[in-house]
Every structure is written in C-alpha cells, then in structure tokens.
C-alpha cells in the first residue's frame, strides 16, 4: 500500500468518514475509469465532486465542465461571463433572478479580479477517492465532505503544531467549487499551511446532504497532519466518544 492510500485509509477509519477524502491533481491524460461531462454548462460541478467521495473517478478540462463559474473557479476561463457582478449581487441581470450575495456589483467585481487564478489551467483536473491513488500520482489538494463532529476534528488537528494561528483554517464568502478547488489550490502554489473550510455556498447547498460541510487543503499540509494525527486527541477516550456517535450515525443513516 503507498503512502496516498494509506494517508486515505487512516484518515477514514480515525474519523469515522462516511465518505472518502478527495485527492485532486492535474494531468495532461484522462485516467481511463474516469468519467466526464459530455460537452460545457451542464449545471453545478458539485454533486460529480460528491460522488468522487462515493468512489467515483471524475475528470474536467476546459471543454468539458459544468457551469461557467465552475471553469472559472478551476482556472479554465478568465471570467465567468458578462454580468456576472450584477448576477451575484443585487442586478439589474435580465430574465434571472439576482443571488444577493454581495450588496453592490462593485464589491463582487473587484472580489473576483481579487481571487482569479493566475494561470490558466491546462489538461485534465481529476478527482478520486485518496484510496485510489496509485504511487505514480500525487494529489495537489484533499477534500473532506464532513459533518459537523469531524469538521472540528480536522479543525483542532490543522493548530495542533500551531496552536497560536489565526489563518490555518480559512472560512470566507466564496462558491462551493471556489472553497474546494481554487483556493486551496492557491494556497498550496504559495505554499501556505492554510485550510478552506466550505460549502457555506446558499445555492450549492440544496444540492447536497444538509448535515455536510467541505474541509479543503493543500495535500503537503495534510501529510504534515497525518504525521500528528496517532499523537493527538484522536488517541482519546473523548474522542472514542464522539468517533462512536458518528457511527452510529452512519449506521442508521443519519
């Protein structure tokens, strides 16, 4: 077993995962077991990263994504598409109803000039369980699909060498394919221990279970984790407390 799988498996079993952490990485070829959108715009990328986390191999590339604000939280497009600040702010954007998520088109423009990526993303973007790796890939970012238990399990264990940050977990506005792929990406190009907690996104949310939340890093920053994690509070009776409660919730479905 390679160390990705095994950094998949433990992290599984100690936080008692219903679903898989997501290893993203980037690659000029598509895995041959991956499955793809057929053509660009069909709908929020989301639910497909979700299903990555059931055990599905996903692929994107620039001809092949979800939603235009998907491509442009991926690195695929410059910018999402004409309006886009009235769109996510209070309008005028004719025919749709305008999300109000920031109070002027101003704000949200100089946001999104603000966060782009700097260079655009060629190949594939491939999702898989960290299980899955094999010892020739090499995830770029890992993403949790957590509940609430286990989201401040990841939290406490991201300042246990840190206790005195105020930056290793990041929460902010930002779109759910934003939280889980572009920043934490960004994060590890820079090399910045830093974590994105996510999925606070009002109109992704509906389009996932309403008990989870995304915790996303840089895959460097999460070996560093991993190398703590049999010395932390996971090694506790407290913890075996909570670990059992989330199995049983896992049991019945919760």
């Not at 077991?33 to 989301?46: I, R, W």
């Not at 491939?126 to 899955?132: A, F, G, Q, R």
């Not at 060498?161 to 779109?175: G, K, L």
């Not at 590890?188 to 996932?208: C, P, Q, T, Y």
């Amino acid at each position: 077993m390679n160390l990705i799988s095994k950094i998949g498996i433990e992290f599984k079993e100690k936080l008692a995962l219903k679903y898989s952490a997501i290893g993203l990485y980037h690659d000029k070829n598509k895995p041959q077991d991956a499955l793809e959108l057929k053509k660009p715009g069909q709908g929020c990328v989301m639910p497909f990263i979700f299903q990555s986390a059931k055990g599905k191999t996903f692929a994107f590339s620039e001809n092949t994504m979800g939603f235009p604000c998907s491509a442009f939280y991926f690195g695929y497009k410059d910018w999402i598409f004409p309006g886009i600040e009235n769109f996510l702010s209070c309008g005028p954007f004719p025919g749709r109803e305008c999300e109000r998520f920031v109070k002027t088109p101003e704000l949200t423009k100089k946001y999104l000039e603000d966060i782009k990526m700097e260079k655009k993303t060629e190949g594939y973007t491939i999702l898989k369980p960290l299980e899955s790796f094999t010892e020739n890939e090499i995830p770029e970012v890992v993403i949790f699909f957590v509940n609430a238990d286990q989201i401040s399990a990841l939290v406490f264990l991201a300042y246990y060498d840190a206790p005195e940050r105020e930056d290793r977990v990041i929460t902010r506005f930002a779109s759910a394919c934003a939280a889980t792929v572009m920043m934490p990406l960004q994060y590890g190009l820079k090399g910045e221990d830093k974590a994105v907690w996510g999925m606070h996104d009002i109109s992704a949310r509906a389009k996932l279970p309403n008990d989870l939340m995304t915790f996303a890093l840089p895959f460097n920053f999460l070996k560093n984790i991993y190398e703590n994690m049999n010395e932390s509070f996971l090694s506790t009776h407290q913890w075996d407390v909570i670990q059992q409660r989330i199995f049983k919730g896992n049991e019945q479905g919760e």
